[in-house]
């Protein structure tokens, strides 16, 4: 079982930046690829962004591409988002995903482990 612990979300203002962390413990077997997806209420929750710790480039939704850069750091078991040039309709839950597949998808069913989420806001 895979635990899965995010942090850094805020209230920013609009064309702030803000780094997203998530922590992981449990198999590695079980995190060979890793996600963010982010969560609107009322809305379903979408894919941001994958990482796998191949090397293999990342992979973006088309959204935040560009802005977002997603990253992680297997010595550490931590997952990270960088998020620049935030805006407005950024504002979510951001979840933590984790695959025993070297290659997640973009779907939520891809994924077998899931952190509680971390909120952020971008307002004035």
């Known amino acids: 079982q895979v635990q899965l612990v995010e942090s850094g979300g805020g209230l920013v203002l609009p064309g702030s930046s803000l780094r997203l962390e998530c922590t992981a413990s449990g198999p590695a077997s079980n995190r060979r690829s890793m996600a963010w997806f982010r969560q609107i209420p009322g809305k379903e929750r979408e894919f941001v962004a994958l990482f796998n710790f191949l090397g293999d480039n990342p992979y973006y939704s088309e959204s935040i591409k560009g802005r977002f850069f997603i990253s992680g750091d297997n010595a550490k078991n931590t997952l990270y988002l960088q998020m620049n040039n935030l805006k407005p309709e950024d504002t979510a839950v951001y979840y933590c995903?984790?695959?025993?597949?070297?290659?997640?998808?973009?779907?939520?069913?891809?994924?077998?482990?899931w952190g509680q989420g971390t909120q952020v806001t971008v307002s004035s």
């Open positions: 995903a984790a695959s025993a597949r070297f290659y997640g998808g973009s779907r939520n069913n891809d994924y077998d482990s």
